[in-house]
C-alpha cells in the first residue's frame, strides 16, 4: 500500500503494560483474588498507538505528542487463562500542553488522538481544524462548537451518548461522525458498516487500530466508504489477539 499523502499525529500517550497473572485462591484479610504474576509485556499507548499502527501500513507519519510519555503508565492485571482484567492502575504524570502555534501544519492529513488529559485544550483542537481542512479527529472530549471544521470525527458508542445533544441540534456535525459500536460495525451518514462476526480476546487499543486504517485507506483514494469498511477489517482482526495489537 502506497501513501500519496504524509500524515502527522497530534496528542497524548503513555505506557501500556499488561500483567498477566493466576488466581489460586482468595486472600483471607478480603474477598479479593490473590495474583501471582506469570508474564508482562508492554507498548506505546494512546496517540502512540495509533502512530505504531499507522506505521505497520505505511512509513510517512509523524507524530507530536508530550515528552514524559515513558513516565505515563496504564497497568492492567489481567487473568492469563481467561484474559478477564481483574483492575487496572495508572500512573499519571503532569501533562504540559502542546504550542499548538508553533507546529508545522504542512501535511497532507492530520489526526488529532486526545484523550482529554490536558495536552490538547479544546481551543487548541479549534485552532488546529481552522487552519487545516483535512484533520481526522478521536477526542474523548464532550463535542461542542470546536469541531465544526473538522472533516471527520471518530467516536464510540459511550461517546456518542455523551454528546448526542449536541450532535442533534448540529446536523452538519451529523455527516462527519463515524460512530463506532464494537462487534455491531459502526453508523456514518445513516449508513451501516457492519463486520464479520470474530472471537473478541481485548478490544484494547481496537480504536487507535480502526483510526489507523481509516486515515491510512483514505489517504491513499479519498473515499470515506472504502477506508471505513478496511478500518472495520484491520480493527476486528486486531481484537481477536491478546493485549493491545498491532495491524
Not at 492492567?76 to 504540559?96: A, G, L, Q
Not at 499548538?100 to 481551543?123: H, M, P
Not at 449508513?191 to 481509516?214: I, Q, R
Request: charged content about 25%; glycine content about 6%; some cysteine.
Amino acid at each position: 500500500m502506497l501513501p500519496i499523502e504524509d500524515i502527522l499525529i497530534i496528542g497524548e500517550s503513555c505506557r501500556d503494560i499488561f500483567v498477566y497473572c493466576k488466581a489460586e485462591r482468595l486472600c483471607p484479610d478480603v474477598p479479593v483474588p490473590v495474583l501471582s504474576e506469570l508474564d508482562r509485556s508492554e507498548n506505546p499507548g494512546m496517540a502512540k498507538n495509533v502512530h505504531r499502527n499507522v506505521l505497520s501500513l505505511f512509513s510517512n507519519c509523524d507524530i507530536v505528542t508530550n515528552k514524559n510519555w515513558t513516565q505515563i503508565t496504564k497497568t492492567r492485571y489481567v487473568h492469563e487463562s481467561s484474559n478477564h482484567t481483574f483492575f487496572r492502575v495508572d500512573t499519571p504524570h503532569k501533562m504540559e500542553r502542546i504550542d499548538v502555534e508553533k507546529l508545522d501544519l504542512n501535511y497532507g492529513l492530520i489526526v488529532i488522538s486526545d484523550y482529554n488529559k490536558g495536552f490538547l485544550t479544546k481551543a487548541d483542537i479549534e485552532y488546529i481544524c481552522n487552519k487545516h481542512n483535512n484533520v481526522f479527529i478521536d477526542t474523548k472530549k464532550n463535542l461542542g462548537p470546536f469541531i465544526k471544521n473538522a472533516k471527520i470525527i471518530k467516536i464510540n458508542d459511550f461517546e456518542y451518548r455523551n454528546s448526542k445533544k449536541f450532535i442533534d441540534n448540529n446536523h452538519d456535525i451529523k455527516g462527519k461522525i463515524i460512530h463506532t459500536q464494537g462487534g455491531s460495525g459502526c453508523f456514518y451518514n445513516g449508513k451501516n458498516f457492519p463486520v464479520n462476526e470474530v472471537e473478541v480476546k481485548d478490544t484494547s487499543g481496537a480504536g487507535d487500530s480502526f483510526m489507523a486504517a481509516l486515515v491510512v485507506k483514505y489517504a491513499e483514494g479519498k473515499n470515506i466508504e472504502t477506508s471505513i469498511n478496511f478500518a472495520n477489517y484491520c480493527a476486528s482482526n486486531v481484537v481477536k489477539g491478546r493485549g493491545v495489537g498491532v495491524i
